[in-house]
T-cell receptor, first 114, second 112 residues
Framework: DAGVIQSPRHEVTEMGQEVTLRCKPI?????LFWYRQTMMRGLELLIY????????DSGMPEDRFSAKMPNASFSTLKIQPSEPRDSAVYFC????????????FGPGTRLTVL | DQQVKQNSPSLSVQEGRISILNCDYT??????FLWYKKYPAEGPTFLIS?????DKNEDGRFTVFLNKSAKHLSLHIVPSQPGDSAVYFC???????????FGPGTSLSVIP
């Protein structure tokens, strides 16, 4: 299995632009998580899906952030408009209900908003 | 308010010695704990876990100890190797175990 796939690996954009991060979970996993890692706050859970349905989005910072999971093999995290304080590494992770919380992380997307 | 705390941002240890990484939690509902390891430019990977029905779990050079009354757990690495140099995240989960809460991480450097 290729593991969790994220694209792009790096994104540099200007303030005010729309940014879309993409994730392909491991096949057969039914939970998908989006995290943000910063020096100040460590790994923060933004939102997670179970069977393609958003379960908890309480970690989403504000309305500029949105996430979708149109099917079991694809999810997006969108920031519109982006701001410099959104600069961070964004991770996607997936897990199986049989794996008891063991989450498999993608390599992350490093976002820089100028 | 951070529910999972790792008060040491960094730790340096000589190769061959023991590394002890500490973690404290505040939510008494947490009863399943995990450690993840992260190398630069990679995502975190699962290392070891422990359920609150145990106070120790061992996997090779890695042992996790849990002190429920103190709401404290620690990860011991013996002997430490240079390849163990990474950021270690402590994480905790509560029923229905649908998500985990991560601590801020501790950066371990093992010096040859």
């Amino acid at each position: 299995d290729a593991g969790v796939i994220q694209s792009p690996r790096h994104e540099v954009t200007e303030m005010g632009q729309e940014v879309t991060l993409r994730c392909k979970p491991i096949s057969g996993h039914n939970s998908l998580f989006w995290y943000r890692q910063t020096m100040m706050r460590g790994l923060e859970l933004l939102i997670y899906f179970n069977n393609n349905v958003p379960i908890d989005d309480s970690g989403m910072p504000e309305d500029r952030f949105s996430a979708k999971m149109p099917n079991a093999s694809f999810s997006t995290l969108k920031i519109q408009p982006s701001e410099p304080r959104d600069s961070a590494v964004y991770f996607c992770a997936s897990s199986s209900n049989r794996a008891y919380n063991e989450q498999f992380f993608g390599p992350g997307t490093r976002l820089t908003v100028l | 308010d951070q529910q999972v705390k790792q008060n040491s941002p960094s730790l340096s240890v000589q190769e061959g010695r023991i590394s002890i990484l500490n973690c404290d939690y505040t939510n008494s509902m947490f009863d399943y704990f995990l450690w993840y390891k992260k190398y630069p430019a990679e995502g975190p990977t699962f290392l070891i876990s422990i359920s609150s029905i145990k106070d120790k779990n061992e996997d090779g050079r890695f042992t996790v100890f849990l002190n429920k009354s103190a709401k404290h757990l620690s990860l011991h690495i013996v002997p430490s190797q240079p390849g163990d140099s990474a950021v270690y995240f402590c994480a905790a989960s509560a029923p229905p175990y649908d998500k985990v809460i991560f601590g801020p991480g501790t950066s371990l450097s093992v010096i040859p």
